[in-house]
């Protein structure tokens, strides 16, 4: 029985590295929704953000960043361009004046028409078949909630940071 623990040595070549692979990939799905968004007039991750809204409306800025697995420094500058765009506003929560709600407007909620054709035709770009697409969702899927649960805090990469050098 081979032993499927991956010694350091092994990993010789970005080609190799599955990190990589997800990465590039990454890159590759993004270079494809660049082209497809262009004429919508949105980027992929406010595409993503449209999505969410698209899906249920009037969520607060907190519940986006969770929705999208965004920092709120990172969402709001999105947010104001969407905003800018006339696609969504923002407003403070009637009930809790801390939290900002995000709206579609009706130009945002028109865009969803305009947009429909976006994941069949990514899909098709893959080349995968449906069950493929499923079964590898699934195993992308758990390895990032894999590597989320076993997430090492900052402290303890820096303790071993520190004793190996």
Request: charged fraction near 25%; glycine fraction near 4%.
């Amino acid at each position: 029985m081979q032993d499927s623990t991956l010694k350091s040595d092994e990993m010789r070549s970005l080609a190799e590295m599955l990190c990589f692979a997800v990465y590039s990939t990454g890159h590759a799905f993004n270079r494809v929704y660049k082209t497809l968004l262009a004429p919508l007039g949105l980027t992929y991750p406010q595409y993503l953000a449209m999505i969410s809204l698209w899906g249920r409306d009037q969520q607060t800025v907190g519940e986006l960043c969770v929705a999208l697995d965004l920092e709120s420094s990172t969402l709001t500058p999105l947010l104001k361009r969407l905003e800018a765009a006339g696609l969504i506003v923002r407003s403070r929560d009637a009930h809790d004046e801390r939290q900002v709600r995000v709206g579609l407007t009706a130009a945002g909620k028109a865009l969803r028409v305009r947009a429909k054709e976006v994941p069949e035709k990514v899909f098709k770009l893959t080349g995968l078949s449906i069950p493929d697409a499923i079964r590898l969702h699934r195993e992308i899927t758990s390895v990032r909630d894999t590597l989320e649960r076993r997430r090492p805090s900052a402290e303890a990469s820096e303790l071993s940071l520190a004793k190996a050098d």
